[in-house]
């Protein structure tokens, strides 16, 4: 094998990466898809050996959070247990602090997978976990309590957004893997205004959830009550709405998700028949880390 380099990806690159991708895409979607990086602030790097891409890594900012990027990365099977990935992180890692990252994290579905494994090696840990729920029935939902100081309502699509925000970052501000959206990510992500519900106790709103659909899959993301009024039933009355909406839309099997640290959450998930679906283990690794 003749000396491996290490060199900024280029277009040209796109159809032998596109060979490395999971799922497969073709070259011209790599191509979109690593442009659409670069131009989002991120980076990307290819590994050369034998005059042939033999692996790639790639970067990309972490939304909400300032400093942290999302790592990416493979090695073609046949350079795979000589050393060359851990060249390409080293590599990758020594030229962090200058594009001013001070941590990376990959997201993977197991631990004994071989990028976990790798990671591991390589003083990456474990932040957090993302556990998500899934429920199949909604034909036997629970009725909505008659609760009068309590209303789930809609709003016109400009005060939802910025409500949706400032409730967002009132709820989940206090945890450490808070990543808060901007008015323009709402803006650009929400399909329509009636998607976005709010509870109100009495006139002030203190809850939020974001209803997606795809046919006939629901997904309730994110989810939050303020964490003043939690304890006291609304994040039930206001799943229990949310489901009936998507019920009512012919969703007939939902999703949604909470961190493990989020007991409570994960409760009142099972308590209306969630059941654990699949989770996301977020390996991170200071950048500075020797």
Do not use: K
Request: glycine share 8%; charged share 15%; aromatic share 8%.
């Amino acid at each position: 094998m003749s000396t491996p380099t290490i060199r900024p990806y280029i277009p040209t690159d796109a159809a032998a990466l596109a060979a490395l991708s999971e799922p497969a895409r073709t070259p011209a979607q790599v191509r979109r898809a690593l442009a659409a990086l670069l131009d989002g602030g991120g980076h990307a790097w290819v590994l050369v050996a034998d005059d042939r891409v033999a692996g790639y890594a790639a970067l990309a900012p972490a939304p909400g959070l300032a400093g942290v990027g999302d790592l990416d990365g493979r090695i073609v099977p046949h350079y795979q247990r000589q050393g060359l990935g851990s060249r390409l992180l080293e590599r990758v890692l020594a030229a962090l602090p200058a594009l001013g990252y001070r941590q990376v994290t990959h997201a993977v579905a197991d631990l004994a997978e071989p990028a976990a494994r790798f990671l591991l090696r390589h003083d990456f840990s474990v932040a957090h976990v993302e556990r998500t729920m899934r429920l199949e029935d909604l034909g036997r939902l629970p009725p909505l309590p008659v609760w009068p100081h309590l209303a789930v309502r809609t709003l016109p699509r400009a005060t939802a957004v910025a409500l949706f925000c400032r409730l967002y970052d009132h709820s989940f501000g206090p945890w450490p893997w808070y990543q808060p959206y901007t008015l323009a990510e709402v803006a650009a992500t929400l399909a329509r205004a009636r998607d976005l519900q709010f509870l109100h106790l009495e006139d002030e709103p203190v809850g939020f959830a974001w209803l997606q659909q795809d046919g006939q899959a629901g997904i309730i993301e994110p989810f939050g009550v303020a964490p003043a009024q939690q304890g006291r039933g609304y994040g039930r009355y206001l799943l229990i709405a949310a489901l009936h909406t998507l019920a009512a839309r012919g969703v007939t099997a939902v999703q949604i998700s909470a961190w493990e640290q989020n007991q409570a959450a994960l409760r009142l998930y099972r308590s209306l028949g969630f059941r654990p679906h699949a989770a996301l283990t977020y390996l991170t690794r200071n950048v500075n880390a020797a």
